[in-house]
Every structure is written in C-alpha cells, then in structure tokens.
C-alpha cells in the first residue's frame, strides 16, 4: 500500500488553477522533477503571477507527488487520482494526473540510467599486435593484445573526472581465459533469464 | 673467434674455463651438465643452483668458488643460445670453437635440443608486457530498488580487474549492462580470432 502524500502538498497544487494554459502547467510539472531552483521558482511565479515564495512551495510540492508516483511505480489512473484529496478541483486533477501518467516512463528510464553505481563501461577498443623481438628473445613472432576500456564515473569525486580509461595487456592464454570466464557468465545469464 | 651466440668480445678466461670442463670425466660433466639445465629451466632457484655446485665440488674435490665462476663462463652460451634462437647444431659449433671436445660438446647440445621448447617459453614469457592484466573477478547480481524507484529488476554485471603496473597491481572496478556485456564477450571473441589468425 503506498504512503499517502500529505495535503499540504495538494494546496499548494491548486496554485495551478491561476496558470494561463494547460502547457503552462505541463512545463511547471515537468521541470520541478528534476528538483528545486531559484531560477525555476522565479518564472512560475511570473507565469502564475503569485508571489515567489508561493511558487517555490508550489515547485516543491510537485516534486514531491511527481517523484512519489516514480517511486511507488504508480502506472494506472485510478491510482495517481486516489492520491488527491476529496475537495480537490476534478479537471485540475484529471490534468495532473494525466501529465504524469504521460511523463513517468521517461522518468523511470532518467532515474535508473542516473543510479548509483560503479564506473559503467562506456567503449571497448582492441588491437591485436605480433611481437617481433625483445630483450630476451631477439627474434620472436608472438601475438599480443591490447584493450581499452573507457569508464564513466556516474558519481565522480569531487575535482575528479568522470571519464577514465585504461589500457590492459593480454597473452593469448588470458584472452583465453577472459572468454572462459565470459562464456560462464553468458551461461549463467541465461540460467537466470530461463526461470 | 667466430661464434653464433654472441658478438661479444669475450675474456680469455672463458676459453680457459671452457678446457678446464674437458678435464672432467664422463659422469661428472654430465652431473654437472644436468645441474646447469635444471637452473636454466628454474631461473629463479639461485640458492639451490650455488648449493648444488658446493656439493659437487665437494664430491669431486674441488674448490667451489673455481667451479661457481667456471659455471658463470658457460651460463653465457645457453643464455645467448635463447636470445638469438640457435639450433642444437650451432650451439655445438660454439662449445667446440671455445675449446670443449667433441663428446662433450654433443652431449651439452642434446641436452639443449631436448630443453629448447621448454626454455624458449621460459624466454618469452619474460618479454615485458605493459600493464599486463592479472586476473578478473566478477559478480551479477539484480537491483532490486533505488532511492528513486522502490521496485526494479535489471541484472547488473560488476567487473574487477587486477593489472599489473610495474612491482604492484592495480584494481579497477567497472560496472556493465547486459548489452554492453554482449558487446564485450563479442569483442573478445573477435581479438582471440585475430590473433589465432598469427599462429
């Protein structure tokens, strides 16, 4: 059973009777997802002509109903709807409503691909060389492989940088060993996508 | 002199060293012999290698600091013999131009020819490789929910890789997908059939 969104929240909401358009309001909705601004406050107080403190409360409001809906996976109508109050004005909700029923799927896919995680694989570049000598063998004819791998750090420390690569050496016998290991996670995988 | 294994110059004591081998009789050089090859083989058992040479001085009644440095002087032919890649053949030629006989000469280069694969991988394995990956270890897993989304199910792929960056080793930590895992299976399938295209 999903936790209720508290009242408050659904007063401010109403602020949105004073807006000049349904596109207005679809804009107002969409962009306070992303979270709180001062920049945003200002021009929805100048769209609605309220006062900036009201439309910073009326900013946060939605943030919090629109991130509830993402969090409890809330997909159907019935159940965005049942979140309002009783007295709260019926075409206003039903735009609402709708408005994030529209706006979720993008919003899923944004939350998930923004997760916490470690640094995600971004490219894979390889090359395969031949070694022709060194100083232990002067004349060798050995094949080497070099792969790339660059990284981006969703969550990067602070002054450090989000992208990194690193360059790994393999022999033939570790090339062979990566793709055992591979092709037992590959049947692993398939293990699980099989239940 | 001309030899195959080095363009050296090479001290008179070498010569030396290498007659003095002569004097020994048949079973002896080929104790002598077998110690050298289990060294070459074992590169890193030094202590064992000195240990065993005291023994055999001992045996034979000899000094053992003469001996250690006369096995230093014939170091030089195997250990050349593997940089330029000589056959039993010419590294015979090389014994007998430094002055060993033929017998023995032909005994040390069978030895040689019997060793070869093993001490030519002992070589190459050796060649410096940069940033050479050591080993990988993984895990997958399926998130269940984030702070954002209660309930979710992707599978997660999370990678460790151990290189090895002059004396220590790195870790480095990567996370994929399940396409970018395909992608990456695919990728190394496709390096390993390149390279099997060389050999």
Request: proline residues 4%; hydrophobic residues 40%.
């Amino acid at each position: 059973m999903a936790a209720a969104v508290s009242s408050e929240h659904f007063d401010n909401l109403q602020l949105l009777l004073k807006a000049p358009s349904k596109d207005a309001v679809r804009d107002v909705c969409v962009q306070s997802h992303r979270g709180p601004s001062r920049r945003l406050a200002d021009t929805t107080a100048a769209t609605l002509s309220i006062p900036t403190a009201q439309a910073a409360q009326l900013v946060q409001s939605l943030h919090v109903v629109s991130h509830h809906v993402l969090f409890y996976n809330l997909v159907s109508p019935e159940q965005i709807l049942q979140l309002f109050p009783d007295s709260f004005h019926s075409s206003l909700k039903n735009l609402i409503t709708k408005i994030l029923l529209e706006n979720s799927p993008t919003w899923r896919t944004e939350a998930l691909s923004d997760q916490i995680s470690l640094p995600q694989l971004k490219d894979l570049d390889w090359r395969v060389d031949m070694v022709t000598g060194s100083d232990s063998v002067s004349r060798m004819s050995v094949p080497t492989c070099l792969v790339q791998l660059t990284m981006e750090d969703p969550c990067p420390a602070a002054g450090g940088e989000a992208l990194s690569a690193v360059t790994v050496e393999l022999s033939r016998e570790s090339l062979d060993t990566i793709l055992d290991g591979l092709g037992r996670i590959r049947d692993q995988l398939s293990v699980v996508a099989g239940k | 002199m001309q030899l195959h294994f080095t363009k050296d110059v090479l001290s008179d004591s070498v010569s030396t060293d290498f007659q003095n081998l002569n004097k020994l009789n048949e079973q002896q050089f080929l104790r002598l012999i077998e110690i050298l090859f289990q060294f070459l083989l074992e590169p890193k058992e030094t202590e064992r290698f000195m240990q065993q040479l005291g023994e055999f001085a001992g045996e034979h009644g000899m000094s053992a600091g003469p001996l250690r440095s006369l096995m230093k002087s014939v170091l030089l032919v195997p250990q050349g013999a593997l940089k330029k890649n000589l056959t039993s053949e010419q590294i015979k030629e090389d014994l007998v131009t430094l002055g060993l006989n033929q017998d023995k000469a032909a005994h040390f280069s069978q030895q040689w020819g019997e060793h070869y694969a093993a001490l030519s991988s002992l070589a190459v394995g050796q060649t410096l490789m940069v940033n050479q990956l050591v080993d990988m270890e993984w895990k997958f897993g399926v998130t269940v929910g984030t702070s954002e989304v209660q309930k979710v199910g992707n599978i997660f792929l999370q990678l460790k890789l151990v290189v090895r960056k002059g004396n220590s080793t790195e870790n480095v930590y990567m996370e994929l997908t399940l396409p970018q895992f395909y992608n990456f299976l695919h990728e190394m399938e496709r390096a390993k059939a390149s390279m099997e295209c060389f050999s």
